[in-house]
């Protein structure tokens, strides 16, 4: 197998990352932790930190628990799936996002029609995101998380605005115009996914199975060896500080 590696966020005074490989299930390597950015790390422990976010979190907890408790709950969390149904579903106006903006550079006068239509195609993928990532938010019970997480949901709610507005201009024939709140829209989504990326990996929000999908823990996932060691892995990582 090849060498992979896994990212987890250590304790102490500066956020770091450590990228380790695992090729013998009894052995941690531990090559030397990087330190992100201390702007980036500063940023994030502002967001958890900021108490404004709880008066919002408190009023979008009763629609985020009868999502989680209702008939749609079990589909929402992804039980069968095996696994978070959220990361999938916010591919899917991202994806269209993306190719509009790439048509926007090289599609040329042909391709406004097409751009425009993946802007709106896009834009109707955005309630079963708001949905699903709000199921998933509704099972955190760390504050400084879920204040993450609001910020996360109000950053694609921005997102979701500016892509809007790029298809309400572009079907007016103001082209330019959508296509710079196109790239509005494409430049917040880096940070909102950044924030989503801190929040399954870093916090393991919406981590873990689902379901009744039957696992395997005595093979190897090839990425981080040998399935029933992985919380192990992790445990000793944290302990060892």
Same mark, same amino acid.
């Not at 955005?126 to 019970?141: E, F, H, K, Q």
């Not at 996360?152 to 500016?162: C, D, L, M």
């Not at 996914?193 to 929040?199: A, K, N, Q, S």
């Given at each position: 197998?090849?060498?992979?590696?896994?990212?987890?966020?250590?304790?102490?005074?500066?956020?770091?990352?450590?990228?380790?490989?695992?090729?013998?299930?009894?052995?941690?390597?531990?090559?030397?932790?990087?330190?992100?950015?201390?702007?980036?790390?500063?940023?994030?422990?502002?967001?958890?930190?900021?108490?404004?976010?709880?008066?919002?979190?408190?009023?979008?907890?009763?629609?985020?628990?009868?999502?989680?408790?209702?008939?749609?709950?079990?589909?929402?969390?992804?039980?069968?799936?095996?696994?978070?149904?959220?990361?999938?579903?916010?591919d899917l106006p991202l994806g269209c996002w993306l190719s509009a903006?790439?048509?926007?550079?090289?599609?040329?006068?042909? /391709?406004?029609?097409?751009?425009? =239509?993946? +802007? *709106?195609? #896009?834009?109707?993928?955005?309630?079963?995101?708001?949905? !699903? %990532?709000?199921?998933?938010?509704?099972?955190?019970?760390?504050?400084?998380?879920?204040?993450?997480?609001?910020?996360?949901?109000?950053?694609?709610?921005?997102?979701?605005?500016?892509?809007?507005?790029?298809?309400?201009?572009?079907?007016?024939?103001?082209?330019?115009?959508?296509?710079?709140?196109?790239?509005?829209?494409?430049?917040?989504?880096?940070?909102?996914?950044?924030?989503? /990326?801190?929040?399954?990996?870093? =916090?393991? +929000? *919406?981590? #873990?199975?689902?379901?009744?999908?039957?696992?395997?823990? !005595? %093979?190897?996932?090839?990425?981080?060896?040998?399935?029933?060691?992985?919380?192990?892995?992790?445990?000793?990582?944290?302990?060892?500080?």
């Amino acid at each position: 197998m090849d060498e992979s590696t896994d990212r987890t966020m250590t304790d102490g005074p500066a956020t770091t990352y450590a990228a380790d490989p695992i090729d013998d299930p009894e052995v941690i390597a531990e090559p030397p932790a990087r330190e992100i950015p201390a702007w980036l790390a500063a940023w994030v422990a502002a967001l958890e930190g900021n108490a404004a976010f709880d008066r919002v979190g408190d009023r979008l907890a009763p629609l985020a628990r009868r999502l989680d408790g209702g008939t749609a709950g079990p589909l929402l969390r992804g039980e069968w799936l095996g696994h978070a149904l959220h990361p999938l579903t916010t591919d899917l106006p991202l994806g269209c996002w993306l190719s509009a903006g790439i048509l926007d550079v090289v599609g040329g006068r042909p /391709g406004r029609r097409s751009a425009q =239509r993946l +802007v *709106g195609l #896009g834009l109707c993928f955005v309630p079963l995101a708001a949905v !699903s %990532g709000m199921t998933d938010w509704a099972a955190i019970d760390r504050p400084a998380t879920r204040r993450a997480g609001v910020a996360h949901a109000g950053g694609n709610g921005a997102v979701a605005f500016a892509y809007l507005r790029s298809w309400r201009n572009r079907r007016r024939g103001r082209h330019l115009r959508g296509v710079a709140w196109g790239m509005t829209g494409g430049s917040l989504a880096i940070a909102t996914g950044y924030l989503g /990326g801190h929040l399954a990996f870093a =916090r393991r +929000v *919406g981590t #873990g199975e689902r379901g009744d999908l039957p696992v395997d823990r !005595s %093979g190897s996932d090839g990425v981080n060896g040998p399935l029933g060691r992985y919380e192990e892995v992790i445990a000793a990582r944290v302990a060892v500080g």
